[in-house]
């Protein structure tokens, strides 16, 4: 006799599409058992094998740490990941904004005006191509009572999820020149959402018979978010410039679980493993598009709309595979995978208006800068959007003509409703943000001179830290009904700490 165990998410749901309805059950687990004397398997429920009703008499009842184990394996296949919780704008885009921790996003004229405000294109008076990447980034995560198991007695069995992850982003570049005067087209690819999580837990208990049960659970969730696009800035006389930019965004996420189970005692051991993969992307358009008004050479003020997101391609790749072998010698496989595309016409990112106003002084500039979202309802593609806002202060000081100190502080407001499905997660982040910039020129002819140099380098250095406090909908498994769900938030504390590494060329 062996036993198997599969996750389902319900007959005709997509296990990478949360549900917004009634239902708060993600998915359910099940135990499938297979007599090789020709008898018929009856499914019953993760409740049941766990009080030894489904199971036989000499199999007891495995540990709550498996129950758990399995639960998060299952729950991974549905729930969204905690690796989207840096909300929207987390990330640097331009020199300018990583210098000034976002502060001057809206008023700056540099590669990053392609994402931010397309107007400040129209402040360039050169050719620049910008480079802007992560060197390092190293983010702690933890989720207290982030999986909990409740037993047929009451009683419950929590533990933390820690979901830390080290790595590097790809960098975000761009280009612009100046076609004619008070016109700068541009061009440039960020990227908007980068991040990993990997959660991992095992089970060894004795069963009470001899026997044990030995179980391992890996699960890891990716997302990445990717834009490319043109824009263009142009002066409308001495105070005003306009512009506009449109963007391809390509999104994609996956999820990888991999569930091992053995139950047994000395050369009578019956192994299975279970794996899930689940891997989706979408391809949309959005657009940005802005003005600026500078009533004196010193002030800028800028205002920019960000259109939602609109989703035209969505393609989803399901893979699950089974397999289960005894002392025996016997080996079952089970391969089951789906690929769907669908051609859509959904909304899945809220609109965005920035306001932003920069003072320059003699020896540096001082800059607030801040937005509001827009409710969004909740779709086959995204979950549903509340109002948010966010606001920002930071600056610059030139210490001498080529080298400038810049920071800021601010805040990176969740904008998702709060947790509905296990590992949902609603963060607020609060940021700081110091700086060091050195402009290098560089003069060919012989008459040059640093004040009109043929060639302009410019070298940044930013690094920021960031503190995330929020809630996570808790993954609860219920022994007794063999469901898994969240009813019950658990408190979360994210530290972030980013290293932004800058160059730049004018000519």
């Keep these: 006799m062996s036993y198997v165990f599969f996750a389902s998410a319900g007959d005709d749901a997509d296990p990478l599409r949360p549900s917004h309805g009634p239902a708060k059950q993600a998915c359910r687990l099940r135990f499938r058992q297979d007599r090789r004397s020709g008898g018929s398997g009856a499914p019953g429920g993760i409740g049941a094998l766990l009080r030894g009703v489904a199971a036989p008499a000499q199999l007891p009842a495995p540990s709550p740490s498996l129950a758990l184990l399995l639960a998060l394996l299952a729950t991974s296949a549905v729930a969204p990941s905690l690796a989207a919780a840096q909300g929207r704008g987390y990330y640097f885009r331009g020199n300018q904004s990583a210098l000034t921790g976002r502060a001057q996003s809206t008023t700056s004229n540099d590669v990053g005006a392609l994402w931010y405000n397309p107007a400040g294109l129209a402040g360039n008076t050169a050719t620049s191509i910008d480079a802007t990447g992560t060197a390092f980034v190293l983010r702690r995560r933890a989720v207290r009572r982030g999986l909990v198991t409740r037993l047929p007695s009451g009683d419950e069995v929590a533990k933390d999820v820690d979901a830390s992850f080290a790595g590097i982003v790809a960098p975000s570049v761009g280009m612009i020149r100046e076609v004619r005067p008070g016109l700068s087209l541009g061009l440039a690819s960020f990227i908007a959402q980068s991040d990993s999580m990997r959660l991992v837990g095992e089970a060894d208990a004795d069963l009470g018979n001899g026997e044990r049960v030995r179980s ?6 990716n997302l990445a978010t990717y ?9 409308l006389g001495e105070h005003w410039r306009i512009g506009a930019s449109l963007f391809a965004a390509y999104e994609q996420s996956s999820v990888n679980g991999l569930g091992v189970l053995s139950i047994g005692n000395g050369d009578d051991v ?4 279970l794996s899930v993969f689940r891997n989706r992307a979408t391809l949309g358009l959005e657009a940005v ?12 003020v800028g205002f920019a709309v960000r259109a939602p997101r609109y989703v035209v391609l969505e393609s989803v790749d399901n ?7 005894d002392a025996e010698g016997g080996l079952d496989v089970s391969l089951d995978r789906q690929a769907v595309d669908s051609h859509l016409g959904a909304l899945v990112t809220p609109l965005v208006l920035q306001l932003g106003v920069t003072k320059r002084f003699s020896r540096g500039t001082l800059s607030i800068d801040g937005d509001v979202g827009q409710p969004l309802g909740g779709s086959e593609l995204q979950r549903r959007r509340k109002f948010s806002w966010n606001a920002r202060v930071g600056g610059t000081l030139d210490i001498t003509p080529q080298w400038t100190l810049g920071g800021g502080i601010g805040t990176n407001h969740s904008d998702f ?3 509905e499905i296990p590992l949902d997660s609603a963060i607020d982040f609060y940021t700081a943000t110091m700086a060091v910039q050195k402009e290098t020129p560089i003069c060919f002819r012989k008459n040059g001179d640093d004040t009109n140099p043929d060639l302009m380098l410019t070298t940044l250095l930013s690094v920021k830290y960031g503190i995330g406090i929020g809630e996570a909908g808790a993954v ?7 469901s898994v769900g969240t009813s019950e938030r658990s408190d979360l504390i994210f530290h972030d700490v980013t290293i932004y590494l800058g160059s730049g060329i004018r000519f």
């Design 216 to 221: 391992r659970l890996t699960v890891e969730q």
């Design 227 to 235: 834009h490319i696009g043109p824009g263009f800035g142009l002066k």
């Design 270 to 273: 019956f192994a299975g493993s």
């Design 289 to 300: 598009a802005g003005t600026q008004w500078l009533p004196t050479p010193d002030w800028n």
């Design 319 to 325: 893979e699950n595979s089974i397999i289960r072998a």
């Design 417 to 419: 409703k709060p947790p």
């Design 476 to 482: 609860v498994g219920d022994v007794e009904s063999g």
